[in-house]
């Protein structure tokens, strides 16, 4: 169970989380919906601890991160998968290197059970034979995909995905949200999306929050969102240009 | 009365942001430290960054030596002749190299060869979210990208201040013996004559402290990137800039407290 | 063979560290296969300039160094640690010298006698050798440089004191006629033994006679003088011997001469000889210094006697020297001359001094004794007399005459040239003062003629005191041979208004800075 209370954060001035509370069901998809700028990436970088709140606490399983040193970050981060929103893939190393990074770093697999286990985690997400290319020389959607593989190496128990299909074309849109659903089906994670797409946010979330102006504003399934009463959560379902979003 | 007043507001300004630069280098500096004792270094990253600073810098450096060792020796002619000293052209050659231009030159091409690199790689991985992939993997930035280089650079930095200063003190020789039609045994032997064992290990020293320098700077400098390609661009030159005067600072400072 | 980066970067490093291991070793003299050595030592007066390490050479191969230096009894007791390749005998000796002037001393170890050592048996370990008195340092050589050059100072002071002053400058004057005097009597001594005296004396008076004659065909005795130089060449060329042997019978007679004017010369010679005793004293020292370095004795000695060393010490030399600024190129000469002047039967002497500071240009000082009125100017007067058989035709300035049937007397007067020089190719410019008055001038060197071929003229006797703003012109040409003699002739004032205008031939003779050098040091002549 991960929790936010109260989180503010501040970047010169500009006030992004305006007393954020959420929590996070485990073993569960949450769909974050807002606006591009509301703070999203903001709150997803709080969850792993790669930014600190100004006040307010995160709790992992009740260990509230900013309490803990970096050596336990460290370990506690390893609980933890990231889908970046271009993959962030080092584009220094091939792609099997990329998957099989965290399996280097942490586990002290023999080379032949490394390489298992990248070939069977790129296999999940629909790719073969491009263990040796560079990431520079995949699309977009190939490398959202390695990302995922490289994310799911370690079999996390939390995976944060950042604007998993932002970029993409609907086709690829769409594989990739199955992919998120087949996986988190066959590894049990808590995933944690955030996403401006609300189609891909009704087929994949169990539960939907919507963030406006640094703070949620509304949270629940899918089917109360598409009737919901507020004006702004209509306004952003329906994608309409009049309402109370000020543009 | 605004109008003057801003003006001290800059200088205030400017000070702050000095003094700001350089506690978050040695904070920076620190937490590499912190890192080495926490997760000892990355031996695979150390070696990459080694055969970059070292073997690939080679004919950058050795070409640099080369050319300014021969410049060296022509001048010393000049000014030799003129007291009929020419047999001090040697010591003149060797002792400039080893004590001065041998590390500081070595420090300065290698900062532009390896610190603009390492500022736009790390630049680079930190607005491609590469940095905070890899905290996010539970990799320490710190010892994975910044530790391996200052360390690979401090050890090679005295390592190519050697290749620098013997291929310098070699360029001399070449213009002594063979345009200037001197006798090569002299230039040799005087050398021997004059140089102290001191003179080649305090400026080996200046090396080591050299190679700190410009990798700290360049890594930190990466680290600090932001807003997209012109902001790699950006940290890159500081990195450059700031690691040469930091050297040529470190020079002086050095050199007034070892000779 | 395919090498991984870990395998490539140890390889370098290894051996860029080897290398600095090797080049640490050799520069820090650690030597892991030391040669065996064994110990001697010496004792010094002074152990200045050496200090552990310092090279101890035996034939200018280094054969150890030093290995610790103990003060014993107020000496210094050095002790050297010799290769055991090589032996010491007992009666080696070792003294320390220095590489250069500006560089460093080292021990030199010098065999006293090779047949003797080869007798004896090398010296064993921690043996004492003699050592020769250290030689003087620098220093102290100096030292004794400065105390001639002051010596020198205090005589040309003195020098100074008795010249500078209004009694000095009558003293000169004194001496002047005295040699005026001499002059006169070696006049006579000359015309006593025409008969002795060689051909080319014969054609000077034939030349002069001629030159009487040239008053009413002025063209053809001008053609006719030239003729009469070569002849003169010619003659000297193969007089030369018999000119010498004049020279010597003239010289003999002219001690005669001196003897009997002792007196008067005396009176006069005996300041210069107060001055000059001094300036001799200097010398002897100088000399004394210079037998010195000859025979090796000293530190310069040792120094002058050891090739490199002497070659560093040229080099050093050289480029001080470099460093003044062109003292080598400053030139003195000197000439003396005398006109004969036709229309007056007067005649002008002059003794110039030129300093030439470099090849483009020179400053000429001097002094003439010139008739009366000469160059527009008034001068001191004074009276000389002269003796002759033969007193000349028209006396044209009758001041102050004394005459009998042989002699008669003639006033000049005392004039001062200083002038500045300005080569360009072949001319020269002169301008400043002529005769004690203001003049200008130019030469003009015959091209490949050595120089010695000079067409010249001069216009003076501007701003003179006699009021006249009218230029004295004189023009000619003069030919030197021999390096110091030269003849001259042409036409003296030539726009006068006064029909003064004359014909003058004339000679004399010129040295250099060489010659002089030749005459004090006896070197090679140049």
Same mark, same amino acid.
């Given at each position: 169970?991960?929790?936010?209370?109260?989180i503010?954060k501040?970047?010169?001035n500009?006030?992004v989380?305006?007393?954020?509370?959420?929590?996070?069901?485990?073993?569960?998809?949450?769909?974050v919906i807002?606006?591009?700028?509301e703070?999203?990436?903001v709150?997803?970088?709080?969850?792993?601890?790669l930014?600190?709140?100004?006040?307010?606490?995160?709790l992992?399983n009740?260990?509230?991160?900013n309490?803990?040193?970096?050596k336990?970050l460290?370990?506690?981060?390893?609980?933890?998968g990231m889908v970046?929103q271009?993959g962030?893939?080092?584009?220094?190393?091939n792609?099997?290197e990329?998957?099989?990074?965290?399996l280097?770093q942490h586990?002290k697999?023999?080379e032949?059970?490394v390489?298992?286990?990248v070939i069977?985690?790129l296999?999940?997400?629909?790719l073969?034979g491009i263990e040796?290319?560079?990431p520079?020389?995949?699309s977009?959607?190939?490398?959202?995909r390695v990302?995922v593989a490289?994310?799911?190496i370690?079999?996390?128990e939390?995976v944060l995905?950042?604007?998993?299909?932002?970029g993409?074309d609907p086709?690829?849109?769409?594989?990739i949200?199955?992919?998120?659903i087949s996986?988190?089906?066959h590894?049990k994670y808590t995933g944690?999306?955030i996403?401006h797409?609300i189609?891909?946010?009704y087929?994949?979330a169990?539960t939907i929050a919507?963030?406006?102006e640094?703070a949620?504003?509304e949270?629940?399934d899918?089917?109360?969102f598409?009737?919901?009463?507020?004006?702004?959560?209509r306004?952003?379902?329906?994608?309409?240009m009049?309402?109370?979003?000020?543009i | 009365m605004?109008f003057?007043?801003r003006?001290?507001?800059?200088?205030?300004?400017?000070v702050?942001y000095?003094?700001?630069?350089?506690g978050?280098?040695?904070i920076?500096?620190?937490?590499?430290?912190?890192?080495i004792?926490?997760y000892?270094?990355n031996?695979?990253n150390?070696?990459d960054?080694?055969a970059?600073?070292?073997?690939?810098?080679?004919?950058i450096?050795g &070409?640099? %030596?080369? /050319?300014? @060792?021969? $410049?060296?020796?022509?001048?010393?002619?000049y000014?030799?002749r003129?007291v009929? =000293?020419?047999y001090?052209?040697?010591?003149?050659?060797?002792l400039?190299m080893?004590?001065?231009?041998?590390?500081?030159l070595t420090?300065l091409?290698i900062?532009?060869?390896?610190?603009?690199s390492?500022?736009?790689?790390i630049?680079t991985?930190?607005i491609s979210e590469?940095?905070d992939?890899l905290?996010v993997m539970?990799?320490?930035?710190?010892?994975?990208?910044?530790?391996?280089?200052?360390?690979a650079?401090?050890?090679?930095?005295?390592i190519?201040?050697i290749?620098?200063? &013997?291929i %310098?003190? /070699?360029? @001399?020789? $070449?213009?002594?013996?063979?345009?200037l039609?001197?006798?090569?045994?002299?230039? =040799?032997?005087?050398?021997?004559k004059?140089i102290?064992?001191s003179?080649?290990?305090?400026g080996l020293l200046?090396?080591?402290?050299f190679g700190?320098i410009?990798?700290?700077?360049s890594?930190?400098?990466?680290?600090e990137?932001?807003?997209?390609?012109?902001?790699?661009?950006?940290v890159?030159t500081?990195?450059?800039v700031?690691s040469s005067?930091?050297i040529?600072f470190a020079?002086?400072?050095?050199t007034?407290i070892?000779f | 063979?395919k090498?991984?980066?870990?395998?490539?970067v140890?390889?370098?490093?290894?051996?860029?560290?080897?290398?600095l291991?090797f080049?640490?070793m050799?520069v820090g003299?650690i030597?892991?296969f030391k040669?065996?050595t064994?110990?001697?030592?010496t004792?010094?007066?002074?152990?200045?300039g050496?200090?552990?390490g310092?090279?101890?050479e035996?034939a200018?191969i280094k054969?150890?160094?030093?290995k610790?230096i103990k003060l014993?009894n107020?000496?210094?007791?050095?002790?050297?640690e010799i290769n055991?390749?090589?032996?010491?005998?007992?009666?080696?000796t070792?003294?320390?010298r220095s590489?250069?002037?500006?560089?460093?001393s080292?021990?030199?170890i010098t065999?006293?006698?090779t047949a003797?050592?080869?007798s004896s048996?090398?010296?064993?370990?921690n043996?004492?050798i003699?050592s020769y008195?250290?030689p003087?340092?620098?220093s102290s050589?100096?030292?004794k440089f400065?105390?001639t050059?002051d010596?020198l100072?205090?005589v040309?002071k003195s020098l100074?004191?008795?010249?500078?002053t209004?009694t000095g400058?009558?003293k000169?004057?004194a001496?002047l006629a005295?040699?005026?005097?001499?002059?006169?009597n070696?006049?006579?001594?000359v015309?006593?033994n025409q008969?002795?005296?060689?051909?080319i004396?014969?054609?000077f008076?034939?030349?002069?006679?001629?030159i009487?004659g040239?008053?009413?065909?002025?063209?053809?005795?001008l053609?006719?003088?030239i003729?009469?130089?070569?002849?003169?060449?010619d003659?000297?060329?193969?007089?030369?011997?018999?000119i010498?042997?004049?020279?010597?019978?003239?010289?003999a007679?002219l001690g005669?001469?001196?003897?009997?004017?002792?007196?008067?010369i005396?009176?006069?010679?005996?300041?210069?000889?107060?001055d000059?005793?001094?300036?001799?004293l200097?010398?002897?020292?100088i000399?004394?210094?210079?037998s010195k370095?000859?025979?090796g004795?000293?530190?310069l000695g040792k120094?002058v006697?050891?090739?490199s060393?002497?070659?560093?010490?040229?080099?050093?030399l050289?480029?001080?020297?470099?460093l003044?600024?062109?003292f080598?190129s400053?030139?003195?000469g000197m000439?003396i001359?005398s006109?004969y002047?036709d229309?007056?039967?007067?005649?002008?002497?002059?003794?110039n001094v030129k300093?030439q500071?470099?090849?483009g240009?020179?400053?000429?000082?001097g002094?003439d004794s010139?008739p009366?009125?000469?160059?527009?100017?008034?001068?001191?007067?004074q009276?000389?007399t002269y003796?002759?058989?033969n007193?000349p035709?028209?006396?044209?300035?009758?001041?102050?005459?004394?005459?009998?049937t042989?002699?008669?007397s003639n006033s000049?007067?005392?004039?001062?040239n200083?002038e500045?020089?300005k080569n360009?190719?072949?001319?020269?410019?002169l301008g400043g003062?002529?005769?004690?008055t203001?003049?200008?001038?130019?030469n003009y060197?015959?091209?490949?003629?050595n120089?010695n071929?000079?067409?010249?003229?001069r216009?003076?006797?501007?701003?003179s005191?006699?009021?006249?703003?009218?230029a004295y012109?004189?023009?000619g040409?003069?030919?030197?041979f021999?390096r110091?003699?030269?003849?001259d002739t042409?036409y003296?004032?030539i726009?006068?208004?006064?029909?003064?205008?004359s014909?003058f031939?004339?000679?004399?003779?010129?040295?250099?800075?060489?010659d002089l050098?030749?005459?004090i040091?006896g070197?090679?002549m140049?």
């Open positions: 169970m991960i929790i936010l209370e109260n503010n501040s970047f010169k500009v006030k989380l305006n007393n954020l509370n959420i929590s996070f069901e485990d073993k569960k998809i949450t769909v807002g606006r591009s700028g703070g999203k990436s709150m997803l970088k709080h969850i792993v601890g930014l600190k709140p100004d006040s307010g606490r995160v992992f009740d260990i509230d991160l309490s803990i040193n970096k336990e460290n370990e506690l981060r390893k609980k933890f970046f271009d962030a893939l080092f584009d220094s190393i792609i099997f990329n998957v099989a990074f965290p280097r586990l697999l023999s032949g059970d390489v298992k286990k069977s985690a296999n999940d997400v629909g073969s040796s290319k560079m520079a020389e995949l977009g959607g190939m490398r959202k990302a490289r994310a799911l370690l079999e996390p939390t995905f950042d604007e998993p299909t932002t993409l086709i690829m849109s769409d594989v949200n199955n992919l998120i996986t988190q089906k590894f944690i999306i996403s797409d189609e891909g946010a087929k994949t169990d919507m963030l406006y640094g949620i504003i949270k629940g899918a089917e109360k598409k009737t919901s009463d507020n004006p702004v959560v306004q952003f379902v329906t994608g309409s009049i309402g109370p979003i000020v | 605004d003057i007043l003006y001290f507001e800059k200088i205030g300004l400017f702050l000095i003094i700001n630069e350089l978050s280098l040695i920076y500096l620190w937490n590499c430290i912190l890192s004792l926490r000892s270094v031996v695979n150390l070696f960054q080694m970059f600073i070292g073997m690939d810098s080679f004919y450096v &070409l640099t %030596g080369l /050319f300014v @060792g021969m $410049v060296l020796s022509l001048q010393a002619y000014a030799a003129i009929g =000293v020419t001090m052209i040697g010591p003149t050659v060797a400039a080893t004590r001065e231009l041998g590390p500081v420090a091409m900062t532009a060869r390896c610190g603009s390492m500022a736009s790689e630049g991985m930190k590469q940095v992939a905290e539970a990799v320490d930035p710190f010892y994975f990208l910044s530790v391996p280089r200052i360390i650079s401090m050890v090679m930095l005295p190519m201040s290749v620098t200063s &013997l %310098g003190i /070699f360029g @001399g020789y $070449v213009v002594y013996k063979f345009f039609g001197l006798n090569g045994a002299v230039f =040799v032997d005087m050398i021997y004059y102290k064992l003179d080649i290990y305090n200046k090396a080591v402290f700190i410009l990798a700290t700077i890594t930190f400098k990466g680290f990137a932001s807003g997209g390609s012109k902001g790699v661009g950006r890159t500081q990195a450059v700031l005067i930091y040529l020079d002086y400072i050095l007034s070892l | 063979m090498l991984n980066k870990e395998t490539k140890g390889l370098f490093t290894v051996a860029i560290l080897l290398i291991v080049f640490s050799k003299k030597n892991l040669p065996p064994y110990i001697i030592s004792y010094f007066a002074s152990a200045n050496i200090g552990i310092t090279n101890v035996m200018g054969v150890g160094t030093v610790k014993e107020g000496q210094a007791h050095v002790y050297m055991s390749k090589y032996k010491i005998y007992p009666d080696y070792a003294s320390i590489m250069s002037l500006l560089g460093e080292y021990i030199s065999p006293a006698n003797q050592a080869l048996k090398p010296v064993p370990e043996e004492i003699k008195k250290s003087e340092n620098m050589l100096i030292l400065a105390k050059a010596n100072e205090a040309t100074k004191k008795s010249i500078g209004k400058e009558h000169i004057k001496i005295n040699i005026a005097e001499l002059s006169d070696l006049n006579r001594l015309y006593l008969k002795n005296f060689n051909v004396m014969t054609n008076a034939g030349f002069s006679r001629n009487n040239l008053t009413v065909e002025n063209d053809r005795a053609t006719k003088t003729h009469n130089f070569r002849a003169i060449s003659n000297l060329r193969q007089e030369l011997p018999s010498t042997d004049n020279i010597k019978i003239v010289s007679n005669d001469i001196l003897t009997k004017n002792k007196s008067n005396n009176r006069s010679l005996v300041h210069i000889r107060k000059t005793k001094q300036l001799q200097s010398l002897n020292q000399y004394g210094i210079s370095i000859n025979k004795r000293g530190t120094l006697n050891r090739s060393v002497y070659d560093n010490l040229n080099g050093s050289k480029g001080i020297n470099n003044v600024g062109g080598n400053f030139k003195v000439n001359n006109q002047l229309h007056t039967n007067g005649s002008v002497t002059e003794v300093l500071p470099s090849p240009h020179y400053y000429i000082l002094v010139t009366i009125n000469y160059g527009n100017s008034y001068g001191e007067t009276t000389t003796t002759t058989n007193p035709s028209g006396q044209f300035y009758p001041s102050s005459v004394t005459t009998n042989t002699q008669y000049n007067s005392l004039k001062f200083a500045i020089a360009f190719y072949n001319w020269t410019f003062l002529m005769y004690s203001g003049g200008v001038g130019v060197y015959v091209p490949d003629t120089r071929l000079k067409l010249y003229a216009a003076f006797g501007f701003n005191n006699n009021g006249s703003a009218e012109v004189n023009a040409v003069s030919y030197t021999l110091h003699l030269f003849v042409g003296d004032d726009f006068s208004k006064h029909n003064n205008r014909l031939v004339g000679g004399g003779i010129k040295f250099t800075d060489k050098e030749y005459l040091a070197s090679k140049p």
